[in-house]
């Protein structure tokens, strides 16, 4: 019996030392956002465009936890035009941080690259006009990098970590493969893809789509 129990011991050591995370039956399917043009606003700058002390009025929760879609809107303005009713995103942040579309620089006059948020140095500032006041910053205006959020969880499920570039691939007509995708994964994330409007209306993406998740 003991010749047994020990062929049965090796054998399950055996299945789990070549267990992967992509083998243990996780799905390659990560859900998509879409993002339009937004703002997120420091207190500072909140209290300029709207008056002291202003707060933030919540129309609907974002799919990342704690994140909402604001009532309140904002004209952004650059050299050669402006983008009214540009959509304030909460809760308020240490820096303001405007993300538009890289079709948004020919109409504003401005020249932005894809950065991840947050990552600001080095970046452009903005016009920024709001129902008490404006605001020009010196930094913060940015084509949002493609990327998707998770949990540290979801990364070992995926088989990757955080900062890691991987590829994404969509299928259908119009489906193709976008590279350059960043993992973000910490444990204040929900999964979700994002990309904005440009790169869905390229490939047919809408928010009940689902991408495939390539390493």
Known sequence: MDKYENALKLLLEAIQQNLTPESSGS????????SNRHVHLSQNDMN??????????????????????CRETVTICGPNGAIEKVRILGPVRSKTQ????SGDCFK???????????DLQGTPGIT??????????TEGLIVAQRH???????AYRFGVHDEQIVSIEV???RGGIYR??????????????????????AMNVNSQSKIKLLK
């Not at 504003?108 to 947050?118: A, E, M």
């Not at 998707?148 to 979801?154: G, L, Q, R, V």
């Open 180 to 201: 350059n995708v960043v993992i973000r994964a910490n444990d204040a994330s929900a999964l979700e893809c994002h990309i904005d409007t440009e790169e869905a209306n």
């Open 48 to 69: 300029i465009l709207f008056g002291e002390g202003y707060q933030m009025t919540k129309m609907k929760d974002l799919s990342q936890p704690g994140q909402f879609a």
């Open 27 to 34: 799905s390659p399917e990560v859900p998509v956002g879409v």
């Open 98 to 101: 405007v993300e538009i579309l």
């Open 148 to 154: 998707i959020h998770m949990t540290p969880e979801d």
């Open 128 to 137: 920024i006009i709001g129902p008490k006041g404006s605001v020009r910053t």
């Open 171 to 173: 299928s259908g007509p």
């Open 108 to 118: 504003l006059g401005t020249v932005s690259q894809p950065r991840l948020s947050g």
